[in-house]
């Protein structure tokens, strides 16, 4: 399979825009219309519930991870190539062509791609940012907290340079992703649960 093939791929999995999708199939709701018009699992949790909002997680999650894990067994000794498709996994998430580029903020989709190439990393900034949120009640400072936990774990725990690399790039985009939300905290407005 070509790389390009593999990147489509990529980008169409992290596509699926499953917090519309569900939200719309389930409670009967855009969740773009509600809330803070975000896509992903925080906003459905808001408009939909915990359950519908934890589907979405798990969704948007396994969305990253099964694409890396097909780069990962159709070109087993490629680390530059499983990296672009996990960034490319979460470019479609952010960017989804079926929703005109109007995504979500990438941070579940993320979690997923990092999970297949740094466990360790993933697995605690998942952790961290449980911890945060739980503290604070507040989901962009868990998402925050949760991708520098991310980006220095990968740091030393990563098989190759190019995943602690992504790990980086992944945080410098959900930064991007999150200026809102950074905004809003600086002038102590930011939403809580």
Do not use: C
Not at 1 to 9: E, G, R, T, Y
Not at 152 to 169: D, K, Q, S
Not at 175 to 185: E, K, P
Request: no cysteine; hydrophobic share 60%.
């Amino acid at each position: 399979m070509s790389s390009a093939v593999l990147l489509l791929l990529g980008y169409l999995a992290g596509s699926i825009p499953f917090g519309v999708l569900l939200t719309r199939w389930v409670r009967g709701v855009d969740v773009r219309q509600s809330g803070s018009g975000n896509i992903g699992a925080t906003n459905v949790t808001r408009v939909a519930g915990k359950k519908l909002g934890a589907v979405v997680l798990l969704l948007d999650a396994l969305k990253g991870s099964l694409a890396v894990a097909l780069a990962l067994w159709l070109v087993p000794e490629a680390p530059r190539m499983h990296a672009a498709v996990g960034l490319a996994a979460f470019l479609g998430h952010v960017y989804p062509v079926w929703l005109k580029l109007h995504g979500g903020k990438g941070v579940a989709t993320a979690l997923g791609v990092l999970v297949v190439l740094v466990p360790v990393a993933a697995l605690s900034a998942a952790f961290v940012y449980v911890g945060f949120v739980a503290a604070w009640r507040v989901s962009s400072v868990g998402s925050l907290a949760g991708g520098v936990t991310a980006v220095v774990l990968a740091a030393f725990t990563a098989r190759a340079p190019e995943y602690a690399g992504l790990a980086v790039l992944l945080f410098a985009l959900i930064l991007w992703t999150h200026r809102g939300n950074i905004h809003r905290l600086l002038r102590r407005t930011e939403r809580r649960f």
